[in-house]
């Protein structure tokens, strides 16, 4: 007789376990992912991204206002992948990870707060990491953009163009 009544509670602990474990959707995906799939690569624009026709496809893109009061890092001080990746957002793309170009949830709350799909992140790879490594842009759609080395725990400002 206990066991069964131990059983749905077990049940329930096991289907909550496999939602944070593989993502789940819906509330308890949300708190426990920093992204999520709401568009594919290339489907849209990146934010602040030349359409990739066009003649500034890979020019730097007018350097946004810092409205974060976070430190800054100028574009020619990120590493060599850092601008490549920078590249890339402006020209809209084709990312090599599909995490890229995703929403970016700013739950650390460090970034300046918006609206829920205001940023989007971007890996920076890191030479000799088997994975994504911890280096990411986060671009908003108002044109500015952050790179953290620390998968989070920081931001710095990418002052472009300079």
């Known amino acids: 007789m206990r066991n069964r009544s131990i ?8 289907i909550m376990l496999a939602l944070v474990v593989f993502g789940g959707s819906g509330l308890l995906g949300q708190l426990t992912e920093t992204t999520t799939p709401e568009a594919t690569s290339g489907a849209t624009a990146a934010p602040g991204a030349a ?38 957002i402006r020209a809209g793309g084709p990312y090599r990870y599909s995490q890229d170009d995703q929403t ?3 739950f650390e709350r460090i970034l300046p707060r918006q609206d829920r799909g205001y940023y989007r992140e971007y890996t920076v790879p890191t030479p000799g990491e088997s994975d994504r490594g911890a280096r990411r842009i986060v671009a908003g759609d108002g044109g500015d953009k952050y790179y953290t080395d620390d998968h989070y725990g920081s931001f710095k400002f990418i002052a472009e163009g300079s």
């Open 51 to 88: 359409t990739p026709s066009g003649p500034a496809a890979t020019a730097p893109a007018p350097a946004a206002e810092n409205p974060s009061g976070l430190p800054s890092i100028p574009e020619s001080e990120l590493p060599p992948e850092g601008r490549r990746t920078l590249a890339l």
């Open 7 to 14: 059983l749905p509670l077990l049940l329930s602990a096991l």
């Open 104 to 106: 970016f949830g700013n």
